[in-house]
């Protein structure tokens, strides 16, 4: 529906025209109607019309100065002119506004207002068509740059080496004056999963950060934005070596300003990496390529930084996240049998860890995702998520506190889901023998030990066990602790003598003998 705003001192026009006249039967709908021009301009403010009827002879504010003033301030609007005045003057007048529709009131009427709507109607729909035309064309044009440029820069990227004389012509192709012969590079990171949640897909995201820093760097004609992922961009500053000129101060203001903006505007996080300078092709890949490495420094950093690359503290550590593995998934694992929601303090104790240990983050994200996979088999979760989602909405995340509000929310989510399966046609006291049983297993455990904690007599506990579970009870031992010998063989460096202490056998070989009658190997051959 196009937006109609009516503006006319006459009340008895203003009703005529609002309850006459079949608006929504060609295509228009009424938003507003006054009785001056002041109030008029205001609501346009708010309300941009498609078309605006408007009275000449109107006192304060006449229908041509009202149009005059409208125009310079909403946009483009069609006009229809109401007048009582047959004379030239005011035709002409109307004519030099752009106004082409103009109705004398002693001539109005249903059917010339009707013929006049059809013919207003058709021609915005004829402008709309037009208009839509020219933005797509701006935008295939728009999308065309943008994959030359990031074309370019990867081919850049992947080259051996570098001709410096065909470098520099490129770049002045792209709009760098020859004479500037000294470049910033700078990498620009998203918050890529808070992008995904405003924006449809990558490409789209790709597509409006391309658009808006153009847009934003228009009058800084010494410096070239080259798109690369939905996640990372590159600008390359120039300029000309002077000892009264600090480029940094000027790179890091234009960081900052592109950096605030873009926040504002598209409303997600934007971080930057500033390069050292450099006068040659070659020197200035290399940066660029480190650049891109190093971003993954954000993740323990704020979440709009501009960071400088020389006072970075590296990634570097060469420590295996795994082998802290099974603390970890033991601490979860108990946490989950004996139903804390209280989950925070085993969350804020492991992002305290890999914040101070500076792991990377792509092993942070391997130890999490199979964290989560060993529990859900673990406890017999229904799968909340394969792993190809659960993998791609960790490798979207690139700050840690994506991390905890997933952690804080994953954990919650085991607990309760513990919560629901455990309370499965059980009895209560089935339920706490088992959590018992779990959260024991370094010990010897025996029937009549766990029938007395729940003060039930020995032989009736040994029948009712049995006949909520399908197994007796030294089964059930057995096998959970066989199954917990088999993670232990298999994600620890422990000895087959170390598991068989652990799980409160003193002696060897009975533990060997009941893993072989479980898995039909010895232990030693299983590994």
Known sequence: MYRVLIVDDDVAVLTFLQTMVPWGQYGFSVQGAYTNARDALAACTIMLPDLVITDIGMPDIDGLAFIRMLKETSGHPRFLILSCHDEFKYAKQAVQLGVQDYVLKETLSTDVLNEQLERLHQSLAVEDHH???????????????????EQWLREYLAAPFSDQVKWRGQLADYGLKPE?????????RVSLQEALVRYMNEDMVKFIIYNAAEELLQTESDVIFFPHTAKEFCLLFAFKKDLHFNPYVWVHGVCQMVQRSLSQTLKFPISFLIGEEGS???????QLAGLLRATDVFFYSGQSEILVSNQLLPLDNQEELLAYYPKYFEEVNQMILEGNKNVRPIADSFLKFIACHRFPPIAVKHFLIKLMLDVQMKLKFGHQYSNVKAQQHLEQM?????????MIHFLIESVSLMEQISMRSKKVEIIDA????????????????????LYLNSSYFSRLFKKETGENFIEYVNRVKMERAKELLSKSDMTVEEISQSLGYDNKGYFVKLFKDHYGVPPRQYI
């Open 398 to 406: 690139d700050h840690v506190s994506q991390l905890d509000a997933w």
């Open 434 to 453: 088992q959590k018992y049983i779990l959260l024991n297993m370094d010990q010897k455990i025996t029937l009549g030990e766990v029938a007395e904690r």
């Open 131 to 149: 208009q839509q035309k020219v933005e797509k064309l701006h935008w295939q044009a728009s999308q065309s740059k943008s994959a030359l440029k």
């Open 180 to 188: 500037l012969s000294h470049y910033i590079p700078v990498i620009g």
């Open 280 to 286: 040659d092709s070659e020197r200035i890949r290399r």
